[in-house]
């Protein structure tokens, strides 16, 4: 059933942050659910739902088990798409030219400001299968939508003003941040750059030990975790929003990679 939101009061102490590591197939999407209270962070599950399960009904169970504190869902996934690519493409007809360069037309602000300041380059989301992982991305915050009964809208700031609200994020910076990202890739099939990354993060949070090993084997599922980690930096306002009013006009048009920068 739909959540009413004239019934919810809220513990005020207390937020559910969702990290949803996205995908175009849904039995590559890693989930967790994490908590955070008195400035603790505690992941309570770390998931997948496989090929037949339904990514939006456990993620809606989730906002409904804790119906009484707010929701952040922070995704691995861009929301939106560079405005230079639809003024390109608005008047385009084929066999003309084009006037942007391509990084320009296929990068966001955010993407670039990420590059800047944590040398991470976040993949473009006007080109190959990133496009298609945002499409999804949005279906799926619409399939929540409809299955709680409340908007659920981008955040801005820490104070949260929606029951539910969403952020996008970047797991690999998250970890960087925190000095856990390794030199070598841990998207790679052995799993021992990835047992580090576990060991070190246990240092800020409270992992479930039912699901730890699943964490460790694999990789969607770790970038969900650290999907949570990022939340939490934004509640706690270490995460870098856009500076200027020009780039605060793109992130509402375009998205904002929220994350806390490398020092």
């Known amino acids: 059933m739909p959540i009413a939101p004239k019934h919810l009061k809220f ?27 008195k400035g603790l962070l505690t992941i309570d599950k770390a998931m997948k739902v496989g090929k037949s399960g339904s990514i939006a009904n456990v993620v809606s169970s989730w906002i ?10 922070a995704m691995d996934s861009p929301l ?33 400001f990420i590059k800047e300041q944590a040398n991470k380059q976040s993949l473009d989301v006007g080109a190959d299968r990133i ?24 955040a801005w700031n820490s104070e949260l003003r929606h029951p539910i609200s969403v952020i996008e994020v970047y797991p690999a ?12 890739s841990y998207k790679k099939e052995s799993n021992g750059a990835r047992e580090q990354i576990v060991d070190g993060l246990s240092e800020f949070m409270t992992l479930p030990e039912a699901d730890k090993q699943s ?24 995460s870098v929003g856009p500076a200027t009013t020009e780039d605060s006009a793109l992130a509402e048009k375009e998205g904002w990679i929220w994350a806390r920068m490398p020092r």
């Open 11 to 37: 513990d005020d102490g207390s937020v559910t942050i969702i990290g949803v590591d996205c995908a175009t197939q849904s039995s590559k999407v890693g989930l967790a659910l994490g908590s955070m209270s």
């Open 173 to 184: 910076v998250t970890l960087k941040s925190c000095r856990l990202l390794s030199a070598t």
């Open 64 to 73: 409904r088990e804790n119906s009484t504190t707010k929701t952040l869902i």
């Open 131 to 154: 496009a298609r992982t945002a499409h999804a991305a949005l279906r799926l915050i619409d399939e929540i939508k409809e299955q709680v009964g409340m908007s659920i809208p981008l």
């Open 80 to 112: 939106g798409w560079p405005i230079k690519l639809g003024e390109e493409l608005i008047g385009h007809t084929a066999g003309s030219s084009l006037s942007t360069e391509a990084h320009q037309m296929f990068r966001r602000r955010t993407d670039f």
């Open 215 to 238: 964490i460790i084997d694999d990789d969607d599922i770790l970038d969900a975790v650290a999907c949570v980690l990022a939340g939490s930096h934004f509640i706690n306002n270490e």
